[in-house]
């Protein structure tokens, strides 16, 4: 897998510490993908992937706490679009503006949703029941997260359940158009090509709540 699979956040103000940590990290997930892809999920080891990022495997707990968190690495970082896109909304925004906001967010800074780790990813949530069971947790962690902040920041459009739904369906339907989009591991659309359609497809999920007012 290629080595540009991902793109290292190095983020302003990042200390040298930070910035090792990160590349660290970085080599982890790439060792990871390539393993998989080679070995097959189950017969790749925690010791393999850091013997191959050159680290020691109690090195690697430090990173992750499980082999499959390997293949969520974004998590935080789409929870802080989440935020962004709430915090920066203007005026006119609703909440689906929001959500679609953050989407976007999440394209701009990472290859996380568009890239073959994407499409790796999906291939052994469908075939591995730990990959699988690991998933749901982060996404219904994620999705209450998201949809408390939701809520609180449109108290006079969404409670915490509307809030909740909402979230579920954007969630639902992001995932869901990567799996048609990614299915193909050997013929993959280009990542902007993936991001726009997961974009639209997302946009017309949510069109039960969009305004009248809304653009």
Known sequence: MS??????????????RDR???RTRQALVEAAADLFERHGYERT????????????TRTFFSYFPTKEDLLFPETEARLRAA??????????????EVLLTALRIVGEDSDDLSSRYAA???FLVRTVPAVRGRGLQIQSEVTREIARS???????????????????????AVTAALQVLL???DDLPEP??????VERATAVALGTWTSPDSH
Request: a negative charge.
């Open 183 to 185: 299915e193909d591991l």
């Open 83 to 96: 935020k962004e896109a709430i915090d920066g909304r203007k005026p006119a925004d609703g909440p689906v």
């Open 150 to 172: 939701l809520a609180t920041a449109f108290p006079g459009e969404l409670d915490e359940v509307t809030a909740a739904a909402m979230v579920g369906a954007f969630t639902g």
């Open 192 to 197: 902007a090509v993936v991001q726009a359609a």
């Open 45 to 56: 080891t925690i010791a393999d992937i850091a013997a191959a990022a050159e680290i020691g």
């Open 3 to 16: 080595a540009d699979l991902r793109r290292v956040p190095y983020g302003p103000g990042m200390s040298l």
């Open 120 to 122: 790796l990813r999906l």
């Open 20 to 22: 090792k940590r990160a």
